[in-house]
């Protein structure tokens, strides 16, 4: 069992973040092996946090399709549904770090801005 799309999530990151950590980037296309395809590759591969945001929710659309699909006697069905919710909540994160470094984007224009205001240019 695995969560592809945790693992997908954790590359895309690093991709963003520009990690380095190399053993972390390979156990994690370990576990991809076999599922780079779909959202699930455009996600390991995304380089922007907009990127990521994009291909974890289409990587959640389907994940809501796998399991509308399944047979809640499914020995993997309470594990599917748990990565849905693992999933949701890695979501949530993304966007309050999207919307955290647009703030600190906003606030750098706002100093800027100050800065001229307080010592203007001739």
């Keep these: 069992m695995s969560c592809y799309e945790i693992e997908a999530l954790k590359l895309g990151l690093m991709n963003v973040l520009g990690s380095e950590d190399r053993s972390a980037r390979e156990h994690a296309k370990a576990d991809l092996e076999g599922h780079l395809e779909g959202p699930i590759k455009a996600l390991a591969e995304a380089e922007s946090l907009l990127a990521i945001e994009r291909h974890l929710d289409a990587a959640l659309v389907d994940l809501e399709e796998e399991i509308a699909a399944m047979d809640p006697d499914d020995p993997e069905y309470d594990y599917t549904r ?12 993304v966007h309050r770090l999207t919307a955290q470094g647009q ?11 100050l800065l001229h205001e307080t010592f203007p240019e001739d």
Excluded at 103 to 113: E, R, Y
Aim: aromatic share 0%; no cysteine.
């Design 82 to 93: 748990g990565r849905l919710l693992a999933v949701r909540d890695a979501e949530r994160a």
């Design 103 to 113: 703030s600190i984007v906003d606030g750098i224009g706002d100093a800027h801005d």
